[in-house]
């Protein structure tokens, strides 16, 4: 994938385009509002990272300048504001998500890929598979080899959400933000709960685990091998 | 203070001007116009005992006339007179060369011949015909003297009061001066101890009432208020260098153990999975720190929207059930969804307080309590004006005399120190009632805590 950062902090630029390039991407960098906006004007980006204030013109400007192209590339913002309002305010300004700093590499690493993916046209899948899984989502059913598995509808979304994100790592706060839609903090890790839940039900007797812990970062749904 | 500067001396200083010039003016008025009157009188008087003298004079000559002047002017009498002839010696008391006016009507300084006294006097002079073709000049006159001193009595009254008051009114000045300054001496000593730290100086009162009485009122108000803040923001330190030191020590102790050399690599990168679950919880109480900071400043109230509570109520439930039933509690939520419980909200700050007290209800009730009917309720009452969410646990409770202590930022009571957690829970959940103009109650449970968080049904926004 083709990423364009848009950071002035040089450290800060420096440790994405680094962490990017080790996740498999190429990275452009530009250090200030203007520079950023040409090069993403200019096209050939798979997903934007766009910090919201910077030197000449602000992030948000940014956002709504290439909204208005009309340019559909995927931004994800990066913002030091962390509530829920400066959240609402990107959203509105044209992004596809919002990252908070400091944030995990982990969460990052997952986010850019969420949106690179959802930049290719998304085919309306009605059954995502992973190993002998099979989730239908019409018939609302839940298949693991020859066995049909009872899943409360909340997990059935739990899963669905990690099985269209299947090889990617899901995070705790990207689960809360889209099975439950909450962009807050729940105290506990009231998510490993659930996870646990679902775990029992797909991988509890069967040989081949599926739904696989990240340490230190989140989930991941695969097929063969921890 | 300078004697010049100072404000109550100068306010009195220009009364007395003012009130000494006005006093002059009225009394010079009082004076003229008693002058006035008497010379008015003492005229007429002349005029009739001039009339007087023209009838004698006409009915029985020159001599008679004398002779009536002289008895009318006799010693003890008011009038004095004078006459004079051409060619003949002058009669009466004024000798006429002393009286330079040609007027009808003079006042004029003339000595008497027979006193040889010098005198004041007001005069009416008349020209009688005689018959042998000569003129006799005739002045009939009242002396005045006393009039004269009347009005200087009066000047000197009134100049001698203009100073009396202009003394008084200096001292009174002074005195207002001394007085005030004690007062506001007692609030510039005050506010000198509390500029060099001692913030629990008030100003002392007296029971007047009176402006600055009021003020000082004020004043201690606003002192006592800041000490509170002050010393909430000393707790909210203590507690976040507790809070975060133990978490940051814990951090450095692990990368500490990782570094050493006789460790595989499945034991650092372990290690390292803790290191980082340890810096999203310092994160994350960061996190929480600036919103209930921001949150007392009214940020959050831009993105309220009609949120459905119950069903807000109920999904967060839901995303506790598995813990719950983790740790053996049954929760029950006796919740009816209704159209009445849509209110004006911010969903995603509503949502993270009743997820808090949520969290709080199952943390704190211990495990396998057993209680009928369950060890958490969680429900929503409609009263006329307010929408209340309330849950209820069976854990230790709290005490009554810390209920209000607790909803303040970074409070953690002793005994709960050990379990995880911000601290920052309920402190959080009533920053939100707050900025929905609603507010948290805490009540007893028997046993077990009653947490209530209280919204108005139409939130001002």
Known sequence: MRLLVIEDDADVAAFLAKSLREAGHTVDVANDGDTGFILADAGGYDVLLIDRMLPKRDGLSIVQGLRAKPDRTPVLILSALAQVDDRVKGLRAGGDDYLTKPFAYSELIARVDALARRAAPEEQTTRYVVGDLVLDRLARRVSRGANILDLQQREFRLLEFLMRHAGQVVTRTMLLEHVWDYHFDPQTNVIDVHISRLRSKIDKGFDTPLLHTVRGAGYIMRAGGA | MKLASSLPLRVTLAA???????????????????????????????????????????????DA??????????????????????????RGSIAMTDISSTTDRTVFTYTDTRTGRSHLAAGRRALIPLAD??????LLAHDIDDQQRLARTI?????????????????FGLHARRKLLSRVGAITTTSRAIMTGDLSQRIARDASRDEIDQMADNLNGMLARIEELMQALRDVTDNIAHDLRTPLNRLRLIAEDALRP???????????????????????TFNAMLLVARLEQGVGAEAFEAVDVSRLVEDTADLYMPVAEDARLRVVVRVVQSA??????????LGQAIANLIDNAIKYTPPNTRRAPADVIIGIQTKTDTLEISVEDSGPGIAPEDRARVLKRFVRLEKSRSLPGTGLGLSLAAAVARLHHGEIRLEDNAPGLRAILVL?????A
């Open chain 2, 16 to 62: 007395v001007a003012g009130i000494a010039v006005m006093l002059s003016l009225l009394i010079a008025l009082i004076g003229a116009a008693a002058n006035r009157t008497l010379s008015e009188r003492t005229l007429d008087a002349l005029d009739a005992e001039l009339a007087e003298a023209r009838a004698v004079f006409t009915s029985d000559g020159l």
């Open chain 2, 262 to 284: 006789d460790h595989g690599t499945e034991f650092t990168s372990d290690a390292l999975g803790r290191i980082i679950e340890e810096a999203d919880s310092l994160i994350k």
């Open chain 2, 65 to 90: 006339l004398t002779r009536h002047l002289d008895r009318r002017t006799a010693a003890g009498a008011q009038t004095r007179y004078g006459l004079a002839i051409s060619d003949a010696a002058p």
């Open chain 2, 155 to 171: 000047q000197m009254i009134a100049l001698a009061g203009t100073v009396a008051i202009a003394i008084g009114a200096f001292g």
């Open chain 2, 133 to 138: 073709g000569r003129t006799a000049e005739l």
């Open chain 2, 340 to 349: 009445n419980h849509t209110i004006k909200a911010n969903r995603q700050l």
């Open chain 2, 456 to 460: 108005p049904r139409t939130t001002r």
